[in-house]
Each structure stands twice: as C-alpha cells, then as structure tokens.
C-alpha cells in the first residue's frame, strides 16, 4: 500500500532557529512530491514541487530536497520567523498516466515558531 | 483574481438529516475535489470531477455524493450525516491532465454532526 510517513508529528523551535521536517514514502511508481503549507483554519497552500530527477528546491527561505534512491524527501526553512507557524504536509503524486487521484497525503507536522 | 470559495464556513446538524456543502471556483479548471481532514489522519479523498457530468468515488466515498452540472461548482451531499462525519471539508481545484498539477484549496468547512 503507498504511504507517507511525516516526523516529527509537532515541533516547537524559537524564532529565527532553523529547523529541517522530514517525509518518507513507499509510493511507487514516484512521480512528484509536493509540500504544502496549512495555517490554522484555512486550506493548504503548494510550497514546492520536485520531479523525481531534482534534488532541491528553494522557495525563499524553505528549501526542499529529495532523494528517490532512498524515498526520502525533507523541508529545510530557514531563519524561522512567527508567521511559519502552520502544518506542513508532504504529497507523493503516483505515476498514473494522467489520473488526477493519484496522490498520497501525509499526516503533516504541526509547527510552532515561539518568540 | 481568480478563487475558491466553499459555503458555509462553519455548519452544525444533527444526525439524519441531508446537508449539502457548496464548492465554487473560478479558475476555469476541469478538475475538482473533495476531502476530509481529521486528527490523526492526512487529508482523504471523498470523491473527485473531471469536468461536467463526471463523478467519481475516492477512498472515503460511503455516505457522500456529489454531482456536477457546470464547471465551476461540485457540491458534496451527505444523505444522511452521521456523527463520524463531524470534519473539516476541504475543496479543491486543479487544471486538467496531471496528477502532478497543483490543486488549489477552499477554506474548507468545519461540520459538526450532534
């Protein structure tokens, strides 16, 4: 069965730390991975997207890297600031041939940036 | 700018009763989706839209229903709530073709079903 697996499940680090989520899957066959950010109370928003042959990608202070060998990919952000403060989960898309349905959600990791 | 609105924001019922939870947006995008997020759970796929008139069953389809007569709406229908469909529903939009295409989210709905 695919899965995507998030940790850690919550974390708590001062503002202006750095702080690396990590998200390992089983699905197969990969096609994407995607991050998104959550805030409290509003839908996910797309942070990144990575194709299997990408290593990293940045999006200003967040940095996603993959590594498809091992099935593992993380999110890396930067100088944390208060507004970072949200879930953030990982979608592994599945080669589908053009299906849309084709995506597996991780349970996300709930982030806390105290000041 | 182009959006994605669902209505109410926030509804209670009660156990039974048919509640319909509206999905609207303006992107002009073929697809559309449904799902529902719960506590120790990811987000889960009630049912999903190619385009007008098609419809289809996701993981967690049982009890919901969903039809789509234009393009720019998918209105999901619990028959009869139950209290195990207390949630927060999230609709979502993407272009047609491929999976990899990003979906863009409403605010989602909060549901409670006494």
Same mark, same amino acid.
């Given at each position: 069965? #695919? ?5 850690? $499940?919550?974390?708590?680090? *001062? ?6 989520? $990590?998200? #390992? ?6 096609? #994407? ?5 959550? @805030? ?26 993959? @590594?498809? @060998?091992?099935?593992?990919?993380? *999110? ?5 600031? *208060? ?17 849309? @349905? ?8 709930? *982030?806390?940036?105290?000041? | 700018?182009?959006?994605?609105? /669902?209505? %109410? ?8 009763? /048919? ?15 449904? &799902? ?27 009890? &919901? ?9 998918? %209105? ?12 927060? &529903? ?16 409403? %605010? ?7």
């Amino acid at each position: 069965k #695919n899965q995507v697996e998030q940790s850690p $499940q919550s974390l708590i680090i *001062l503002e202006g730390k750095n702080c690396t989520l $990590q998200c #390992n899957y089983t699905v197969s066959p990969f096609s #994407n991975l995607r991050w998104y950010k959550q @805030d409290t109370g509003r839908g996910p928003v797309s942070l990144t997207i990575m194709t299997f042959s990408e290593n990293t990608k940045s999006n200003g202070r967040y940095t996603a890297t993959l @590594d498809a @060998d091992t099935k593992q990919s993380s *999110l890396h952000i930067t100088a944390s600031q *208060l507004s970072d403060s949200a879930s953030y989960i990982c979608v592994v898309i599945l080669y589908s041939g053009g299906g849309a @349905d084709g995506l597996t959600f991780g349970k996300g990791t709930h *982030l806390i940036i105290q000041p | 700018d182009a959006e994605i609105t /669902q209505s %109410p924001r926030h509804k209670i019922t009660e156990t039974g009763r /048919q509640v319909t939870l509206a999905c609207h947006q303006t992107w002009n995008h073929n697809n559309m989706f449904w &799902y529902r997020q719960d506590l120790g759970h990811g987000l889960r796929l009630i049912h999903y839209s190619y385009g007008v008139h098609d419809t289809n069953k996701g993981e967690v389809s049982d009890g &919901y229903s969903v039809s789509r007569s234009n393009t720019e709406d998918l %209105p999901l229908t619990l028959e009869s709530a139950a209290s195990s469909q207390t949630s927060v &529903y999230f609709c979502a939009s993407s272009e047609s073709g491929q999976g990899w295409n990003e979906q863009f989210f409403g %605010p989602g709905t909060r549901l409670t079903v006494l």
